[in-house]
Every structure is written in structure tokens, then in C-alpha cells.
């Protein structure tokens, strides 16, 4: 291979001290490696924490706000005194008008991956003298299962069963032990407003949070609208997820837009999970920037000794004629070629630790600690590895490019 | 017929602040003919390296002014005086030779390397002519650190002449170097004026070497005060 002079400078030095510069690029393997793998435990986690979620609640809810009651007169200008208010929730039914339209409407935008409808009904479940209260989600089965992946979390019956059993339930297990209820049993269940309906148990599920499993079960639409006495048009909710969950505040804002109802994206659901998310990406953030840079000042501080080690050659070199950009050229190769060293053997650490922490097992639902190999951030780590080490041989090399070689040589 | 002017130099001064403000040359003007053999001479501390340096066009912090040719080198940007350095002048340090961790085969190929003008190949070639010149052909792949002062000063003179430089100048570069290689130099430095046209500028205390060249500029406490 043809070398130019500056990177046969560059690589000499290197090879002449293989100690020091395995040394610096180690520290750049050690850096890169541990950010890589704390960004992933952080994705991985908020992925795994976004699955579990997304296993109850959709990524758009559309439903009827309570809206307060106007005042009687209306204010002309906002510093005249209102005369007569009394502020009541003022809504007379919580039901959506006209749900066919916005389910089509919806259905059409393309990004839009399911939409379906919901009845939620606050209910008591009853078996003898005990009794839980919860709530039921009327619901197109196929659809919701669809949305939920209800399937996965089923411990006994199948969802599908709720098509062929009108009066089929599917309940969370908290609600089957409490009740001593088995697969196939009886169960009553009894609506706010004192409809009770006698429901077969077609399916049992566990999700990851108890709470549900205590309260929730589903029950097919038509049911839901019997329990509210309500016609076959009556819907609480539409539920609605999109390609990329990330893009529901913007979904939210824009079907805002086009509707009378409340729009609700997951996030402004979640506000507490979405906090902890945030300060969870903001701690191992900083984490790992630090321990980068830690690993950038192993870079410069080679550097910088190489430079002093070398001030004579430095002379030499610019007094037969290289510049001082030739001079920065020189440093800044041979800090790239630690960097890029250093960090392709970040990358296989990360990778090694990633598979490693991935075969731990941790029991629940997920069993294996949730971790994968995410390549944008492998991406993200190799460039950053890169820049930072260059960055850290870029200062000394301005320094070493200033030298002035007659001061050198007059010593 | 009247020889071309090489390298001139007008009412050059040049003060150090340093311990004490101190006029370190003052007033120094002079011509250097093309192919010329020229040493110069002075008591220690005379101001003969200060010059050099200035000449050489690494020092640039001067008062009056230096040319090169026709061009007026005083004023112009360090990176474009670097080109000029590599392009131009050959040059042979007092007390620093060579870069320690490259073969001296390396070190005299490296100027031309900087250069480009010839393939890395011919560069090789050119670089074992240099060092066969000066009678250090056979250490050419051995490690600069690893030979002695002398061989080293002679490494650096090969070096001096890769580019084949207008100007070649040279601090004290005999100081290292018994008699039989001095003459060896000497020799050198007679042929490269006569059959290569190259200017030499040698800094020397010693005098018969001085005596041996074309022409002797005299230094005292800053002051030119004699050319031959
Ligand atoms: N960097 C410096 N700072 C202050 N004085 C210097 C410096 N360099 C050289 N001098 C002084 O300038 C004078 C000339 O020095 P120099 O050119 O090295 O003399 P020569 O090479 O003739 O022995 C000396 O008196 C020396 O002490
Ligand atoms: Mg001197």
C-alpha cells in the first residue's frame, strides 16, 4: 500500500510505541463499549416498558371529554364581570355521535394501522356473595386483539371464542382467583346502572400489571351496550394505533384538529412513565458521556506526551518544509487510527455484553433481560467514538503545529 | 559577466528581549552569488545561527529584509515559507539531526516525500545516491538513533540535497566530524556549487575548511565586518 508521508510519520510513531497507543486505544474500547451498552439497556428497557403498555392501552384514544356548563350570559370581553355561572359537568350522555364517520375517516389516513371501538362499562363481577368491581371493555374482539395482542397474555381459552359465545368474557387472572373461577365457568357481572348479565368464562390472560388482572376483562360490543341499555350506536371510545407510537402527540394534535371530541395520545396518558423514561435516558446518558470522556482524555494525553517527546522532530520536520496544517495532519491520523482501533473493539465489547446481559433471566413475562442489538445506536456509538478522539487529538495537535522550531533548535 | 544574485539580505537587525533587551544582529547586508561556496565565521556568540535562522526563513520576526531570487521572502505567510523551505533550501542543523525512530534511508527521503515531484520509488534510488555521496551508503537502512553523532551529521547533509535546493545551508556542519570526513564534505560542497550550480552557505569554526571555500563573511558582536 502507498503511504502518504504524513500518515508514514503518523504510523511510525504509533508502532514505535505500541505499549502507550494499545494503552489510549483501550480506553477509547472501554468508553465506547459501556455507552453503547447502557443506551441499549436504557432502549431496551423503555422498549419493553412501551410493550407492556401497549398491551392495555392504544396509541390514540378518541372519547368524550366532561365539558363544563357556560355561563348563562355570555362574557363580552374578558374584564367584564360574568354575570351568572355555575359551573357543572354539563354533558348528558358520554357517547359519541356519529362513531361510523370517524372510524371511516380514520380508516383512510394511511398511517393509521388499527382503528376500533370501545365501550368501557364500570361493572361488578359476582360469583355467590363475592364480588370485585372493574371494568369491562365492550369490544370488536379481532380488532382489540389486534391492538392488544390479547392472545399473548392468555393463560387458558382463546380469544376467538368471544365470536362464537355472544355472552363470552375473557377476565384478567386476579379476578379468576379472587372469584375461585375456572375456564368455562359462569360469572355474573352487574352495570352501573343495575343491568346484570350471566357471562361464560371463554379465556383467562395475565398481563404484567396486577391491577389489571383484577379489574379488567372483554366482553363483546353488543354486550357492553346492553349493560349501558344503549342502542347499537353507542361508543365511549375509539381506539386507534399508528405505525410509530413516537408520532402520536403529533397524530393527537392533528386529529384534534378535526374533531369535537378529546384526542389522547399515550404519552400525555403515561405524563408519569413518560417522566421516568426521560430522567432514565438523561441519567445513563450522562453516565456514559463521562466515561467517553474519560476515554477522549486517555486520547489527548497520549497525544499530548507524544508531542512533547517529539518537539525536536516537529522541528526537523517543519524546518525541511512541512507546515503547521501538516504538523495537525500527522497528530490528528495517528489519534484516528487509535479511535477508529479503539473503538471497532468498543463495538464487539458492546456486542459481547449485550449478549451476555440478554441470556440473564429474569422471570415475569418477558423472561430474558429485555436488551437487543439496536444498530442506530451502534451507529451513533462508532461516530461518536470517532469524533471525540479526534476532537482529543485535535488540541494538542494545534498546539504542536505553533511550535516554533528555531526555539527548538537554539536549546 | 555578472553572476546572479541568489539570496540578499537589507540592513537586517534583530533584537532578544530576553533576559535583557539585546541587538543580536545589526545592520547586516549582503549578496550571495549563485553557485557560491560561502562560509561564515565569528567568535561564539557572534550572531552567525541567529542569521542562518533568519536566512533559512523560519525566523520571520526580523527587522529589514531578506530575498530569495527575485522574491522578497520577508512578509510572507509561515505555510507558504514552509513550501519554500522544502522547495528551496536544504538545511543542516548545529545539534539536531534526524528523526530517531526512521531508518536514515527514511529521513533523507522524507523532504521529497513532502515534495511529491518524484515517485516514492525514484525517491529511493535518489536518497541511496545522497547517502553514497557521503560515504554512508551501507547504513542506510539501519535506525538513525543508533549511529554515531558524525554519521548522523552526514545523514543530515544527504538529507540537506534531496530536493535538490537552490540554497544549502549548514550550521557548524563539520563540528561532529574527524578530517578525513571532513574533506569528505568539503569535497562535496565543491562539487555541488561547481557541477550542480547549488548554493552553500556554511556556518564553520574552523578555518581551514573557511579557507577552502569561495568566499568568507565575518561576524563580530552582530556586525558584518569583513567579506572576502
Ligand atoms: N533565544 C535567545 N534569547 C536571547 N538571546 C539569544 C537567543 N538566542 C541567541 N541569543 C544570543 O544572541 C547572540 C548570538 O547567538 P548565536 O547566533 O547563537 O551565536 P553564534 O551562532 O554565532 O555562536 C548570543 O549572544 C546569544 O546569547
Ligand atoms: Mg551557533
Redesign the pocket.
Do not use: H, N
Given at each position: 500500500m502507498k503511504l502518504n508521508v504524513n500518515s508514514e510519520i503518523a504510523l511510525t510513531h504509533l508502532l514505535t510505541r505500541k505499549r502507550q497507543t494499545m494503552i489510549a486505544a483501550m480506553g477509547v474500547t472501554v468508553g465506547i463499549g459501556i455507552f453503547i451498552f447502557m443506551i441499549s439497556l436504557v432502549v431496551g428497557f423503555n422498549n419493553y416498558s412501551d410493550e407492556a403498555l401497549f398491551k392495555a392501552e392504544p396509541h390514540l384514544r378518541i372519547y368524550q371529554d366532561d365539558t363544563l356548563s357556560r355561563p348563562l350570559i355570555k362574557q363580552i370581553k374578558p374584564d367584564y364581570t360574568t354575570v351568572i355561572i355555575n359551573p357543572k359537568i354539563a354533558n348528558l350522555s358520554n357517547t359519541l355521535v356519529n362513531p361510523e364517520k370517524i372510524i371511516a375517516d380514520l380508516k383512510k389516513q394511511d398511517d393509521i394501522v388499527t382503528v376500533t371501538p370501545q365501550v368501557s362499562v364500570n361493572i361488578f363481577y359476582n360469583n355467590g356473595i363475592s364480588q370485585i368491581n372493574g371494568e369491562a371493555s365492550g369490544v370488536n374482539i379481532l380488532e382489540a386483539n389486534d391492538m392488544f395482542n390479547i392472545e399473548s397474555t392468555m393463560l387458558a381459552g382463546d380469544v376467538r371464542n368471544l365470536l362464537s359465545t355472544s355472552n363470552g368474557i375473557l377476565i384478567g387472572v386476579g379476578i379468576a382467583e379472587k372469584l375461585n373461577i375456572q375456564l368455562h365457568d359462569n360469572i355474573n357481572i352487574t352495570s352501573s346502572i343495575g343491568v346484570v348479565k350471566m357471562m361464560k368464562v371463554e379465556g383467562i390472560f395475565k398481563t404484567s400489571n396486577s391491577n389489571i388482572d383484577l379489574t379488567k376483562s372483554y366482553i363483546n360490543l353488543a354486550i357492553s351496550q346492553q349493560l349501558m341499555k344503549k342502542s347499537s350506536s353507542y361508543l365511549t371510545d375509539i381506539l386507534v394505533n399508528i405505525e410509530d407510537p413516537n408520532d402520536a402527540p403529533k397524530f393527537s394534535k392533528q386529529l384534534q384538529n378535526s374533531t369535537i371530541y378529546k384526542v389522547e395520545d399515550w404519552q400525555a396518558a403515561n405524563e408519569q412513565s413518560m417522566s421516568n423514561k426521560k430522567t432514565r435516558q438523561v441519567m445513563f446518558g450522562s453516565i456514559s458521556l463521562a466515561i467517553l470522556l474519560v476515554a477522549a482524555f486517555g486520547i489527548y494525553n497520549i497525544i499530548n506526551m507524544t508531542i512533547k517527546e517529539k518537539l525536536n522532530d516537529i522541528a526537523i520536520l517543519k524546518a525541511t518544509g512541512f507546515s503547521g496544517k501538516d504538523v495537525i495532519n500527522i497528530f490528528l491520523k495517528e489519534s484516528l487510527i487509535m479511535g477508529i482501533i479503539g473503538t471497532s473493539f468498543g463495538l464487539l465489547m458492546a456486542a459481547g455484553l449485550i449478549k451476555f446481559v440478554s441470556g440473564i433471566y429474569i422471570g415475569g413475562d418477558r423472561e430474558y433481560f429485555p436488551i437487543g442489538y439496536e444498530s442506530p445506536i451502534f451507529f451513533i456509538g462508532a461516530i461518536l467514538g470517532v469524533l471525540i478522539t479526534l476532537g482529543a487529538g485535535y488540541i494538542p495537535a494545534i498546539g504542536a503545529a505553533k511550535i516554533d522550531p528555531?526555539?527548538i533548535f537554539?536549546k | 559577466m555578472e553572476k546572479k544574485v541568489i539570496l540578499q539580505t537589507k540592513k537586517i537587525g534583530?533584537y532578544?528581549?530576553?533576559?535583557v533587551k539585546?541587538k543580536?544582529?545589526d545592520d547586516v547586508s549582503f549578496k550571495v552569488f549563485e553557485s557560491e561556496f560561502i562560509t561564515m565565521v565569528?567568535?561564539?556568540?557572534?550572531?552567525?545561527?541567529?542569521?542562518?535562522?533568519i536566512l533559512s526563513t523560519m525566523d520571520t520576526d526580523y527587522e529589514g529584509e531578506l530575498f530569495i531570487g527575485d522574491e522578497k521572502i520577508t512578509g510572507q505567510k509561515p505555510n507558504y515559507l514552509a513550501a519554500i523551505r522544502n522547495k528551496n533550501i536544504g538545511f543542516v542543523f548545529?545539534f539536531h539531526y534526524l528523526l530517531p525512530e526512521f531508518t536514515c534511508l527514511k529521513n533523507v527521503m522524507i523532504p521529497a516525500l513532502k515534495l511529491g515531484k518524484f515517485s516514492p520509488q525514484e525517491i529511493e534510488e535518489q536518497a541511496y545516491q545522497k547517502l553514497d555521496l557521503l560515504g554512508i551508503k551501507n547504513q542506510a537502512l539501519k535506525q538513525a538513533s543508533k549511529l554515531s553523532g558524525g554519521q548522523q551529521q552526514r545523514v543530515a547533509i544527504a538529507r540537506a540535497l534531496i530536493n535538490h535546493p537552490k540554497i544549502i545551508m549548514c550550521?557548524?556542519p563539520t563540528g561532529n566530524l574527524d578530517s578525513k570526513n571532513t574533506s569528505i564534505v568539503l569535497e562535496t560542497f565543491h562539487q555541488l556549487s561547481k557541477e550542480f550550480g547549488q548554493t552553500i552557505i556554511a556556518?564553520t569554526h574552523d578555518n581551514d575548511f573557511a579557507k577552502a571555500s569561495n568566499r568568507i563573511i565575518e561576524?563580530a558582536d552582530?556586525k558584518l565586518i569583513h567579506t572576502t
Open positions: 528555531i526555539e537554539r | 534583530k532578544f528581549y530576553q533576559p539585546f543580536a544582529l565569528g567568535k561564539s556568540g557572534s550572531g552567525k545561527s541567529t542569521l542562518l535562522y548545529q550550521d557548524e556556518v561576524l552582530g
